[in-house]
């Protein structure tokens, strides 16, 4: 895959991640009630981060929880006849919480269909409510981000790569080829 271009940097993700951080306080005035929720797989490191950001600046912990969202994507028969399932690990109470999604990327919105579904099945939230590091459009299902760090329109035959130095050695936003 060739890189076309470097969307955001290791600062650039850093100061956009603790904007998102801002908006979720500002918009939920404060931090009662919110439980965040990683999609596999790098949902989970920006989960974390946000996480991290929310104490830092509210000094409340904000627990997180990871959903595999494997066994509800509606394209599993054509991904693999043996899908990889690496599990769920929410250990909060959802009822009357307000749970925050946290994804890498926002395409089509099927990722996010997916794990409304798997997350109905661990209780009901009070209010869903979605935060994204890049929303590039191309919406199949009508979804949308509460909380985007960056809107980056793009072409069908680009892909958004995340990069996070928890899983991937760096932190960095590109736009490449396939």
Do not use: W
Not at 32 to 42: C, M, N, P, T
Not at 144 to 167: C, H, L, M, Q, R
């Amino acid at each position: 895959m060739q890189v076309k271009s470097i969307i955001m940097d290791k600062a650039q993700m850093e100061r956009t991640i603790h904007r998102i951080a801002h908006e979720i306080i500002e918009q939920n005035k404060g931090l009662e009630k919110i439980r965040l929720v990683g999609i596999r797989s790098r949902g989970v490191p920006l989960a974390e981060r946000l996480s991290a950001y929310l104490k830092k600046i509210e000094q409340t912990d904000i627990p997180v929880g990871i959903i595999d969202i494997t066994l509800y994507r509606d394209d599993l028969s054509t991904i693999s006849h043996q899908p990889v399932i690496k599990g769920s690990s929410i250990d909060f109470e959802m009822d009357d919480a307000v749970v925050i999604l946290v994804d890498d990327v926002l395409f089509t919105g099927r990722t996010v269909r997916a794990a409304i579904d798997a997350l109905l099945d661990f209780g009901r939230p009070k209010q869903i409510q979605l935060a994204v590091l890049v929303d590039r459009g191309h919406r199949e299902l009508p979804i949308k981000a509460d909380y985007a760090g960056k809107n980056v329109p793009t072409s069908k035959d680009e892909i958004i790569k995340v990069a996070f130095e928890e899983t991937d050695g760096e932190d960095s936003v590109k736009i490449v080829l396939v």
